[in-house]
Nanobody
Framework: QVQLVESGGGLVQPGGSLRLSCAVS????????MGWYRQAPGKQRELVVD???????NYADSVKGRFTISRDNAKNTVYLQMNSLKPEDTAVYYC??????????WGEGTQVTVSS
């Protein structure tokens, strides 16, 4: 059973920073890709960024230059560093893992609220 556990969400002022973590049960290299998605109230879940097992990244235009995905292979953890946060970044952020056999796994999500 694959488990993804997110942490690091919270309330931050506009212009502030947060770092989200996603701890994975098992090696992150057992997945085709790892990523972060978000869902704001009344909106569909959208891709924020993902990273392939080979290290290629794919960022949403709205976060390019502000957010950075990284991974610690030894800790089986994926991070999302979020800088210059805006109110429109407010959402529940979900960690995602895509298996090589088209399996798709999700964490339970962590709330990020950007407000003054």
């Amino acid at each position: 059973q694959v488990q993804l556990v997110e942490s690091g969400g919270g309330l931050v002022q506009p212009g502030g920073s947060l770092r989200l973590s996603c701890a994975v049960s098992g090696s992150i290299f057992s997945f085709k890709a790892m990523g972060w998605y978000r869902q704001a109230p009344g909106k569909q879940r959208e891709l924020v960024v993902d990273i392939s097992s080979g290290g290629s990244t794919n960022y949403a235009d709205s976060v390019k230059g502000r957010f950075t995905i990284s991974r610690d292979n030894a800790k089986n953890t994926v991070y999302l560093q979020m800088n210059s946060l805006k109110p429109e970044d407010t959402a529940v952020y979900y960690c995602n893992a895509k298996g090589f056999s088209a399996n798709n796994y999700w964490g339970e999500g962590t709330q990020v609220t950007v407000s003054s």
